[in-house]
């Protein structure tokens, strides 16, 4: 029985054998693989944080209308109790035609002020 060695041209042009990669095709593979996981991941991050700020933005530019809303309607509360003050103040009740036209009572009754038990000797 004759053995026949494989010479290197039949070698690689046979089909059935699959081709080995060499550890510098590997090395250099995994390294693209890395550069792309790496540049996927910081591209999702940037868009994590993107949206983040988008959002907080938002919020502070809703938080400052608000505020300035409140402002607002505390001011208009106030000017509304200066408002009220002066139309419950004495000058004014005294002008008041209603009032004016009340009359004067006859006999004025005053109760005298009696003392507690806890006073009384």
């Known amino acids: 029985m ?17 081709r080995r990669s060499s550890l510098g095709d590997l090395i250099t593979q995994s390294t693209i693989l890395l550069m792309l996981c790496i540049g ?6 940037a868009l994590l944080i993107l949206f983040h700020q988008n959002a907080n933005a938002t ?6 209308t608000l505020e300035r809303e409140r402002s607002q309607l505390l001011l208009d509360e106030e000017v509304l109790k200066m408002q009220l003050a002066q139309e419950q103040s004495l000058s004014i009740l005294e002008g008041d035609h209603q009032i004016e036209a009340m009359v004067q ?3 004025v009754l ?9 006073t009384r000797e």
């Open 2 to 18: 004759l053995y026949s060695v494989p010479t290197l041209s039949s070698v690689h042009s046979s089909p059935a054998l699959p």
């Open 40 to 45: 996927s991941l910081i591209l999702v991050l």
């Open 59 to 64: 919020k502070g530019y809703m938080l400052r």
């Open 105 to 107: 009572p006859k006999k």
């Open 110 to 118: 005053y109760t005298q002020e009696e003392s507690t038990i806890a």
